[in-house]
């Protein structure tokens, strides 16, 4: 029988190699398009399987972990743990395995190439965003939305099998499909997710109609309609995840020809969180075939952090750089002495909330006098409209995510059931917008997140309640009224939640560093009361 040390060791190594692999060439097929970067990371992600279906390691993981004396060892414990949930699912069907791994590489693939056609011409994500947020015309605007949806009938038939293939899985391990096999394994209850969420539907629903309410007023205005002729093409977003720019608010003039790379890294730095060698690694601007949103990926564990994004010189991406930067720091700052498996953040919710409490700023007036060039009067005179667009932004965001959420929770239910008629019943239930009459098309599947990244929506939804904790407990912490440029900002962060890593439960890692659980009680207090 091996020994903890030995099986430790061994596995480590080789998922060390393997992961840091896998996602260099995950970097070149999303930075070029090119299928044979395409094809190495699928090779790759098949070897992945390899390593966590040997059912020899997975017996030997099992009795190590049922081991007194691993279970007394934190650090050894909290690794096996770790280690079983990678396990778990891939001790089935290697050939369905594989499949499922071809498909999601194909999807991801097909997302990065794509771009939406108007008139017979290619326009780009960045272009579809511009015109829903300031072109006039109705039947543009309807042009622009039905054009971000197309990719959703490109893909919509492999995700459906994907979402069969992948209950598949689940059932042959134990659970009653995916979606439930997923959150065990993401370390989360699903009565309390789904408690919370309940609790959000109803502390929002009230406040989301009266603003919607005041926001359709602006937009039949705006376009010269009635209520009944508002469709989903007269919001903002095209999925109404963002919230539209207030009238008498355009934060992009004060972006306008402005580094927002440096804008980003010169904050970091002021609070304390060095961003340089992160930016110094990453791919910023628009190409031909790039993947056209924006992620952070850790590479190795060690330091080699990066941020694929495409920046143009508005607010929008003035935010989601310092969304994407806040999921750096957070790898950068993990303790480097811990073993391989810990130098991970506690849990995908934590990562998030960090780039959402940074992403926020954008509407922090003090964020916006200090690395702009608004006056302190200006923003003054700005601070309540800027007040109002965040908190609609929050509405906004919460209702889409649990369109997103319970989405997900019934096609994994079901995949087989009417998914298009399944989306629009939750869009109009949820976020209040009418389906235009005679639409049956898969616009569901044009959310990238459901077919290459399932079953992670709730963790932005917790990220943005444990964003509002922290902002609270970071404010009690300096005791100043501000977090802007003090460098006991990312003192703070470092030494409570990004040193840690995953050595602790995320529940641990919240009770530890802010004194509690995820109470949804802050974000309350700050958006909603």
């Not at 414990?77 to 999601?104: C, G, M, S, W």
Request: hydrophobic content about 40%.
């Amino acid at each position: 029988m091996v020994t903890v040390a030995q099986f430790l060791g061994t596995c480590q190594e080789r998922v060390e190699t393997l992961s840091k692999a896998a996602a260099e060439a995950y970097w070149k097929t999303t930075t070029t398009g090119e299928e044979q970067y395409e094809q190495e990371y699928m090779k790759l992600q098949q070897e992945r399987i390899e390593l966590f279906s040997n059912k020899e390691d997975y017996a030997t993981l099992k009795v190590l972990l049922a081991d007194p004396k691993c279970q007394r060892n934190g650090v050894v414990l909290r690794q096996l743990t770790l280690l079983e949930h990678e396990y778990t699912p891939n001790q089935q069907d290697k050939a369905l395995l594989a499949a499922i791994v071809e498909a999601e590489t194909e999807i991801e693939s097909e997302f990065t190439r794509f771009r939406a056609q108007i008139d017979g011409q290619a326009v780009p994500d960045n272009e579809i965003l511009e015109i829903l947020q300031k072109e006039t015309n109705s039947e543009r605007r309807r042009q622009a939305w039905e054009a971000s949806k197309q990719i959703g009938s490109q893909v919509a038939d492999r995700v459906v099998e994907l979402a069969r293939m992948r209950n598949r899985i689940a059932a042959e391990a134990g659970y009653k499909n995916y979606y439930a096999m997923s959150l065990a394994l993401q370390e989360l209850n699903g009565h309390e997710l789904f408690a919370i969420l309940k609790r959000l539907e109803q502390l929002t629903d009230e406040p989301f109609r009266r603003m919607k309410a005041k926001l359709d007023e602006q937009l039949t205005r705006k376009f010269g309609i009635t209520e009944s002729e508002l469709m989903p093409w007269h919001y903002a977003d095209p999925f109404f995840q963002e919230a539209p720019i207030l009238e008498n608010l355009d934060l992009d003039p004060y972006f306008k020809e402005k580094n927002i790379e440096a804008l980003a890294c010169q904050f970091f730095q002021d609070i304390g969180l060095n961003a340089a060698d992160i930016l110094t690694r990453s791919d910023l601007y628009e190409r031909e075939n790039k993947n056209q949103h924006a992620y952070c990926i850790d590479i190795d564990h060690a330091g080699d952090i990066r941020v694929l994004a495409n920046i143009r010189d508005n607010e929008w991406w003035m935010s989601t750089m310092l969304h994407e930067i806040g999921h750096g720091v957070y790898d950068k700052y993990i303790d480097r002495t811990m073993p391989y498996l810990l130098r991970t953040p506690a849990h995908t919710l934590t990562t998030e909330a960090i780039a959402m409490f940074m992403g926020r700023l954008t509407k922090n007036t003090d964020w916006l006098i200090r690395y702009t060039d608004i006056s302190a009067a200006e923003a003054e005179r700005l601070q309540p409209l800027i007040d109002e667009q965040l908190n609609m932004g929050m509405l906004i965001f919460i209702r889409w995510g649990l369109v997103m959420v319970h989405f997900e929770h019934e096609m994994y239910h079901n995949p087989d059931q009417d998914l298009n008629a399944l989306w629009w019943s939750l869009v109009e239930r949820f976020q209040l917008i009418r389906k235009p009459e005679g639409r049956n098309a898969p616009d569901w599947a044009a959310k990238i997140h459901i077919g290459t990244a399932p079953v992670y929506y709730q963790n932005y939804i917790l990220g943005e309640l444990m964003a509002s904790q922290l902002h609270y407990s970071i404010l009690d912490e300096l005791g100043h009224p501000s977090y802007i440029g003090e460098r006991g900002t990312g003192a703070f962060l470092i030494r409570r939640i990004f040193h840690p890593g995953a050595s602790v439960t995320w529940n641990e890692l919240l009770k530890n560093a802010l004194g509690e659980g995820l109470n949804p009680d802050y974000f309350v207090q700050q958006f909603i009361e």
